[in-house]
Every structure is written in structure tokens, then in C-alpha cells.
């Protein structure tokens, strides 16, 4: 689909008039557009229905709704989907960058301010959770960075949901998710897939965005500590725990990882700022949390 070519595409019964294309594929592709009702640019994303199966297409739906429905700061928010002309398609806010593209332009985030990003992620996370729904596709290009330097998690296309919400489901061995990122259950298939899946992906997150190095051999840290060198002691302990090959022995829950994160953080900044941090787990709209303002003006350098 060409709109440079063509001029604006609309869909949503003309509300959404679609101008360049962000990033294509041959089933489809997500497009910079305007949204005629709130006078507003935003992105669109398109899948071509009759280049991929049903359960894609349901799945494409499914994430369009756990965009809409979750309403978290740290959560990308959609509002609006549909069907027509041979597309499902959603609108969503148009964040201009990744934490991978920042990565790759600066280089290795300070632990002070990785950290505090990831409590962005964690704090997502842990309103997904709530939902019944788990990621199971945390990473660097999943998660965008808003004009004001603010932290959301995106593409849900993979994502768990609670039985009989959804008309697909997941087998045991059916994988999903990023080798390297993806939790050992999600690729063996003989341990249930819950919010642990997504805080060993928040772990190498983590790992990622300090030392800008592969994480494929980050779960075999607890015994091979030279994987952590250069990283401040209390974020090692946070790491190891969090990417634990063993669901036991790894936080259960993103809440868990992120007080150790704060604990951790305090250690390292010599503050103590770990409530406010953890505060925004049951009220995102509260205290931002010291570190906040430093994260902001990283991101926006």
C-alpha cells in the first residue's frame, strides 16, 4: 500500500486518512496518519486479512483491545479498530522512537537511569498482569518512548490471554516471544507461561539497555558472574534473581522485581526513593519518583 503514491488512504469510515508509511511487511504495516475527529496525528496499523491465517487476524484484533482497554501510562493507548476493506486495522498514539533506537544512537543507558526505565516497564507490566493478560514479547523495539520521555510498552501480538477471552489459544511447546528474551517456559512447554515470563524479559531488558551487550547466556549468570562485570553489585542481584531458569527461584511477579529494582536503586543513587517508585504501582499518577527528570532529558538529548 503506497499512500505517497495514491495520496491519503482513509479508514474508520473516514476518520483516520493514512499519509506515509512507518515500517511495512507483506501482510501489512503500521502508517503515520491523521485523525480527522480529534485533529490529531496518529499511527495506524493494517493487516492484510487475506495474507495470513484467522488465528492472526484474531490475534491482531485481541491486541487492538488490550490497547484500548488498558489505560496505563506505561502502556501504549489505542482507541479506535475495525475491519474493512480487507484490513484489520487499529489507532493508536504515535510515539516517535524505541528504546532500541535510543540504544543504538547513545550507546549504554547509566544504571541510574535504565533502572528507572525499568520501573516504567515494570509498572505496565504489572497493570497487564492484573488484567490476566501476560506480554511474552518484552524487549528493547517493544517498548516506545514518548515525545516527553515517557516509557510505554507496545505490541501485545503475542500475548497471553485468559482462557475463554479470546477465540485462539496456546499450546504447551507452541512458542512465542524473542530467543534471548523469551523465558525458558515459554519455549519448553512444560511449565506454565505467567507474569514471571515477563519479568525475566524485563531482567534482560535491563541487562541490555546497561551494557548493550547479547543477552543469550544471561540466565547462567547466578554461577558465571563474569556476565555482569562493570554492573553495580545491587543491580547484579536484581538480574540473576530476576532471570532465573527456575520459576521458583525467579521474582513471581513484576511488583516483586520491581520493589528489589527500587531497593537496588536506592543503593546505587545514595537516595531514598524507593516508596515513590513503588507507589506508582498502585497509583501511576502519583509522585513521578527522583530520576524522573534525568530519564526525561536522556531520552530527549
Not at 525475566?200 to 539497555?209: C, D, E, I, N
Amino acid at each position: 500500500m503506497d499512500v505517497t503514491e495514491t495520496g491519503p488512504i482513509a479508514f474508520g469510515n473516514g476518520r483516520f486518512a493514512l499519509r506515509k508509511a512507518l515500517g511495512t511487511s507483506p501482510t501489512g504495516g503500521v502508517f503515520l496518519a491523521d485523525d480527522r475527529k480529534t485533529h490529531q496525528q496518529c499511527a495506524v496499523k493494517l493487516l492484510d486479512i487475506s495474507s495470513t491465517s484467522e488465528e492472526t487476524s484474531a490475534r491482531f484484533l485481541a491486541e487492538a483491545r488490550v490497547l484500548q482497554e488498558v489505560d496505563h501510562p506505561h502502556v501504549v493507548h489505542a482507541w479506535a479498530h475495525g475491519q474493512e476493506d480487507g484490513f484489520v486495522w487499529y489507532a493508536m498514539e504515535q510515539l516517535p522512537a524505541s528504546l532500541r533506537d535510543h540504544a543504538k544512537r547513545k550507546g549504554p543507558m547509566p544504571a541510574a537511569l535504565a533502572t528507572a526505565a525499568a520501573m516504567q516497564v515494570l509498572s505496565g507490566l504489572d497493570a497487564v498482569h492484573r488484567k490476566g493478560l501476560i506480554h511474552r514479547d518484552v524487549k528493547l523495539t517493544n517498548v516506545l518512548v514518548s515525545r516527553e520521555g515517557v516509557v510505554r510498552i507496545a505490541d501485545f501480538g503475542v500475548a497471553h490471554h485468559p482462557r475463554g477471552t479470546v477465540s485462539f489459544e496456546t499450546h504447551p511447546g507452541q512458542g512465542f516471544g524473542t530467543p534471548g528474551y523469551g523465558a525458558p517456559e515459554q519455549w519448553d512447554g512444560s511449565r506454565p507461561v505467567g507474569p514471571a515470563a515477563d519479568v525475566f524479559a524485563t531482567g534482560v531488558l535491563l541487562y541490555r539497555l546497561m551494557t548493550g551487550r547479547r543477552p543469550d547466556r544471561l540466565h547462567m549468570a547466578h554461577y558465571r558472574r563474569e556476565l555482569l562485570d562493570g554492573l553495580p553489585e545491587p543491580i547484579k542481584g536484581v538480574l540473576i534473581t530476576a532471570t532465573q531458569v527456575e520459576l521458583e527461584s525467579r521474582y513471581p511477579t513484576a511488583r516483586t522485581m520491581a520493589e528489589s529494582l527500587a531497593d537496588a536503586r536506592n543503593a546505587i543513587t545514595r537516595t531514598d526513593e524507593a516508596t515513590a517508585w513503588v507507589q506508582r504501582l498502585e497509583d501511576p499518577t502519583s509522585v513521578e519518583g527522583a530520576g524522573w527528570d534525568a530519564l526525561t532529558a536522556w531520552f530527549q538529548r
